[in-house]
């Protein structure tokens, strides 16, 4: 039994694992089901087919991680499209992709979206009143006077 989540406007949730980690999303994903049903779903390839498999809601695809698709999903965090990013990754096992894991983790940074890399902070994440309240919204960064800042060319 999972606890009741607030519930309030639609999200956007991007869901990532390593293959070792795919197992843990999958049952998080299991328990927390009927609320992440009310939400917009994004993942990368196989973690994507199994979780709409398991969960038998719609998820939006993207390629593989090593293929490409954590940069596809950063690149739908940046453009706003991401409300929280829940990435399981394995710590103890090297990755090829490395360097794509890094950028994905970097930009929710930069763009200062919640991130959970394990299930217990899954769980608090997605329990929040704040994250779910639809009189909460997360400060997003102006990037303005770095856009328009002086590059020397």
């Known amino acids: 039994m999972s606890l009741e989540p607030a519930r309030g406007p639609r999200r956007g949730i991007a869901m990532v694992a390593h293959d070792h980690k795919k197992p843990d999303l999958l049952a998080w994903a299991r328990w927390n089901r009927d609320f992440l049903a ?13 979780l709409q498999e398991a969960l038998d809601v719609p998820v939006t695809r ?4 090593p ?11 940046s453009e706003g499209g991401i409300d929280l990013l829940v990435f399981f990754w394995d710590p103890l096992e090297p990755q090829p992709h490395d360097p794509d894991v890094k950028a994905l983790l970097r930009i929710a940074v930069v763009w200062n979206i919640p991130v959970a890399c394990n299930r217990a902070t899954a769980d608090l994440l997605i329990t929040s009143p704040l994250l779910f309240s ?11 006077a770095y856009l328009s800042r002086p590059t020397g060319a």
């Open 134 to 144: 639809p009189d909460y919204q997360p400060e997003r960064p102006d990037f303005g």
């Open 38 to 50: 009310l939400h917009d779903l994004y993942a990368t390839g196989t973690t994507g087919r199994l």
């Open 67 to 77: 293929l490409g698709g954590d940069l596809q999903v950063g690149a739908k965090l």
């Open 62 to 65: 993207y390629q593989s991680g």
